[in-house]
């Protein structure tokens, strides 16, 4: 049981430390976007439950009050640190976005989601990172990346951090895409035949978003 134990330590101490490393290769291996954030926060509670049973049988501790004490740290404690270490947010599950009725925004046929974005945007540009992970999994998905603006220049840092990855281009109408983002950026939308028809702020835009897009656009 001791052996079990260190083993136990070890890979909870891994995961804590790798924790996203886990997470990302788990979504390159085919993994839901649910199931690759869900699954290290799910070792990490059943890696608890084995390091306190492992303890129990494994180590000798006269007093009770000391065994239970100490079997309810190690129990608690992986997915505590973990969760501190990397903490869920609201809209990290989340799949609810906005039907969209109307609107005057169109593309070209070929693309499947349009984010809507503004210039100097730190969300619009974390968000790349996201985006190419998107291309990475689904290579036939078609992505634009619109910014509202018409000045070429200040697109030229997003453009060099898609690196040809997606599409880029200036906003064709700014006011209708302000009007479609609703001032949330960066936005995205998925798109029917050119035509906007679904979607999530930045914060909505969590996993269970990413899977439902996925599912429709394979």
């Not at 079990?4 to 291996?29: D, P, Q, R, V, Y």
């Not at 210039?119 to 990172?129: A, G, Q, V």
């Amino acid at each position: 049981m001791k052996i079990l134990f260190s083993l136990i330590l070890i890979i909870c101490g891994i995961t804590l430390f790798a924790f996203k490393s886990f997470e990302f290769t788990l979504l390159l291996n085919g993994f839901s976007w649910t199931m690759s954030k869900l699954l290290p926060y799910l070792t990490l509670a059943i890696g608890g439950i084995l390091l306190a049973y492992s303890f129990s049988k494994g180590f000798k501790i006269k007093s009770r009050i000391a065994r239970l004490l100490i079997g309810l740290i190690l129990f608690a404690a992986p997915f505590a640190v973990g969760f501190a270490m990397h903490p869920i947010f609201e809209g990290d599950f989340s799949s609810e976005g906005t039907e969209i009725k109307e609107s005057t925004v169109k593309a070209d046929e070929k693309y499947d989601l349009l984010i809507v974005t503004i210039p100097d945007c730190p969300f619009c540009m974390e968000s790349i990172t996201r985006l190419k992970l998107i291309k990475k999994r689904n290579p036939n998905i078609q992505m634009l990346f619109s910014v509202c603006t018409r000045d070429e220049q200040k697109i030229s840092l997003y453009r060099e951090l898609i690196a040809g990855d997606f599409d880029i281009e200036l906003a064709k109408d700014i006011e209708a895409s302000v009007k479609l983002a609703e001032g949330h950026f960066p936005t995205f939308v998925q798109l029917k035949k050119g035509l906007p028809v679904y979607k999530w702020s930045n914060d909505q835009f969590g996993a269970g978003a990413l899977d439902k897009m996925e599912a429709e656009v394979k």
